[in-house]
């Protein structure tokens, strides 16, 4: 059975949006084309033990949001 599909706009703005504020400097979070260009930076940071974004003082993302961003980059970062 193949994994569920996911999507930048229904699984992945939304919840990085939150952050975007603090990332501006950056990256445009709310961006898909800036988010898909970092993703192979992005997820070790998020994934990480301890998790090196979101930075302090907010909390870690869910491990069910790092298996969704993980299955997304798999899927070839769909929009």
Do not use: H
Not at 5 to 14: C, L, N
Not at 22 to 51: C, F, H, T
Not at 58 to 69: D, M
């Amino acid at each position: 059975m193949a994994p569920a599909p996911v999507s930048f706009a229904a699984d992945i703005r939304d919840v990085l949006f939150v952050y975007r504020d603090q990332m501006i400097w950056r990256l445009d979070l709310a961006k898909y084309e800036e988010v898909k260009a970092n993703a192979g930076i992005i997820l070790p940071m998020i994934s990480s033990a301890p998790p090196q974004m979101p930075p302090p003082p907010f909390p870690g993302f869910s491990q069910e949001f790092i298996g969704t961003f993980a299955a997304w980059v798999d899927q070839g970062c769909p929009p």
